[in-house]
């Protein structure tokens, strides 16, 4: 065998050849069509520059942008039972969470974790809609209802991101009692003096709209997300009239005293730990003065009285 045509042509031809590019580096924007380099985008917390649309992110994201140092502590919820309807249509249930889990490297729809934000120690619940679309069933409820509780025993703020299509209809019934059981425990949150704040992200709707997502001490949405119960079509379809172009979204219901405030996702943390530290009476840090009338730690000049020397 000729060692010139089998080892060093294809070895030289592999150099030539142009390397593949991966399919992602570049994300389109779904209102202008701007093209953003992945990341660009990652560094601006998945919202377009130009746009200001606010993308989806995954829950592992959403917790590392929330959290100081993007350090937290996961909690873990009790196993559930997988698949109790043995629910087939087009591919069986199990299959479906066996593929969704390789997918996203998540056991169901619902993150939770403790860590700090702004120096207050803080729980969040975060859905990720790319699980089955955030959908609400056994092993999410369990995942919400275990944060809420170790909340209200230790009295921590709670900080919940919505993203769901609502009830996941393969676990039937057993979707649906997650509802009042996670309405339960945020009145046990609530009864226990741990603040409950609701961040509503795109879409929030179905039954995670009709139940313990509305019922935050603080309503916050972030900007355009689409939030409802019924989808668009079938409302106008059930009462036969035409639906105002923003209805459903973030601004609408803001307008309409159904949230209370639209915050940019860039301003997330900094507004909720200010809420929080409101909430929870909050001590402002001291400044200590100097004899120069500068603050001691950081040397900047501080207005008033400096105090005398005893």
Known sequence: ??????????????????????????????????????????????????????????????????????????????????????????????????????????????????????????????????????????????????????????????????????????????????LPRTTVAVEMLKEAGAPYIVVLTNPTTGGVSASYAMLGDIQIAEPGAVIGFAGRRVIEQTIREKLPDNFQTAEYLEEHGMIDMVVNRKDLKATIARIVGILVKRKPEPILLGYDGHDAASGEAVSGEVPQQA
């Not at 701007?34 to 130009?50: S, T």
């Not at 209802?145 to 991101?161: G, I, N």
């Not at 209809?169 to 649906?176: P, T």
């Open 1 to 178: 065998m000729n060692w010139i045509a089998s080892f060093v042509r294809p070895k030289i031809n592999s150099l030539l050849q142009r390397k593949q590019m991966p399919e992602n580096l570049w994300v389109k924007c779904p209102v202008t069509g701007e093209m953003v380099f992945h990341k660009d985008l990652e560094a601006n917390m998945g919202v377009i520059p130009g746009s200001g649309y606010h993308m989806r992110i995954s829950a592992q994201a959403r917790l590392e942008y929330f959290f100081d140092n993007a350090e937290f502590e996961m909690i873990n919820p009790p196993a559930v039972t997988q698949d109790p309807l043995k629910f087939r249509d087009k591919t069986r249930y199990a299959d479906k969470l066996k593929e969704h889990r390789r997918n996203t490297g998540m056991d169901d729809s619902v993150l939770a974790a403790r860590g700090k934000v702004d120096g207050i120690e803080m729980v969040a619940v975060v859905h990720d809609m790319r699980f089955i679309g955030g959908s609400l069933g056994m092993a999410a409820g369990e995942t919400i209802v275990k944060a809420m509780m170790e909340a209200a025993k230790t009295t921590t703020p709670l900080v919940l991101f919505a993203a769901s299509g609502g009830a996941r209809m393969q676990e039937g019934i057993l979707s649906l009692m997650q």
